[in-house]
């Protein structure tokens, strides 16, 4: 491989009892690039972004960023490294406006005495920044910065989630089935907002059921199966039903033209 990935993971063993969800599992992310990651129901592909990001820890293998081996205890430490997810629960609060939303957890204290000594918050700053990104995603159809988020739509939602990761995923943005639950109009328009946030330079994992997507957004494909990575291909040199093949086990990966 020319390019040096940012982001991999060199054999990842996680066993849930008798269970084995990974088995010796590699994984590869390079630079600028919108990787797929495709696998049937039980494979471990689950598992093993849930690895990535730090919701689990596994039992074995060693996962480096930018050719570094880090070890991330937690969602929170794999942020620290600039790593980002955007689950499929979208994890918002729907009471609270998209300014609070987007720095939940990450709030902005004013300056001086009043942030340091009495923790107030810098509202009119996170509005501010909160508005910039939206704009920057190009999202600011939407009406207001403080409107709650449980006025706005599936897609509108989505796109608020997307733009929390852009604000803050400096390195990896993980997106965990972002058009499962949005109609045509709207998983279209997120898979736009993947094209933006990808031409800012920042490397995307997709995790999709949805073929078409996939093969609309993705650079290459990551196909899961058995607990490791069966194979990775570019969708130009891949049919989808080869890769729907692939991913059951009607074909081999050796049937066809992997990438490099």
């Known amino acids: 491989m020319s390019v040096k990935p940012v982001l991999t993971a060199r054999g990842l063993v996680k066993r849930y009892g008798r269970v084995t969800a990974l ?7 390079l630079p600028g690039e919108v ?3 495709i696998g049937d129901n039980g494979a471990g592909k689950s598992t093993m972004i849930k690895a990535l990001s730090g919701a689990i820890q596994p039992d074995e293998g060693v996962i ?4 570094k081996p880090v070890t991330f205890s937690s969602p929170i430490a794999a942020r620290g490294y600039g790593i980002e997810t955007v689950y499929q629960t979208l994890a918002l609060s729907p009471a609270l406006s998209i300014a609070d939303n987007m720095f939940m957890g990450r709030e902005l204290r004013k300056p001086g005495l009043m942030g340091t000594l009495f923790h ?6 996170m509005r501010q ?17 403080d409107q709650s988020v449980e006025t706005l739509s599936g897609g509108q939602r989505q796109g608020v989630a997307v733009a929390r990761a852009a604000a803050f995923g400096s390195r990896v943005i993980i997106m965990d089935e972002p ?4 109609g045509v109009k709207e998983g279209q328009r997120v898979l736009d907002l993947i094209r933006t946030v990808k031409a800012r330079g920042v490397p995307i994992i997709l995790i999709s059921h949805n073929m078409p997507h996939v093969f609309e957004v993705a650079d290459r494909i990551h196909i899961h199966r058995l607990g490791r990575r069966l ?4 969708p130009e040199d891949c049919k989808m039903s080869d890769a729907v093949a692939l991913m059951t086990g009607a074909m081999r990966a050796e049937d066809i033209k992997q990438s490099a």
């Open 23 to 29: 088995d010796r599992c590699d994984f590869d992310l």
């Open 35 to 37: 990787l797929a990651v």
């Open 64 to 67: 480096e960023l930018d050719g």
């Open 120 to 125: 107030q918050l810098d509202k009119p700053a």
């Open 129 to 145: 920044r909160a508005r910039e990104k939206l704009t920057e995603l190009g999202l600011m159809t939407i009406q207001s910065i």
């Open 179 to 182: 058009t499962a639950a949005l």
């Open 231 to 234: 194979c990775v291909v570019r």
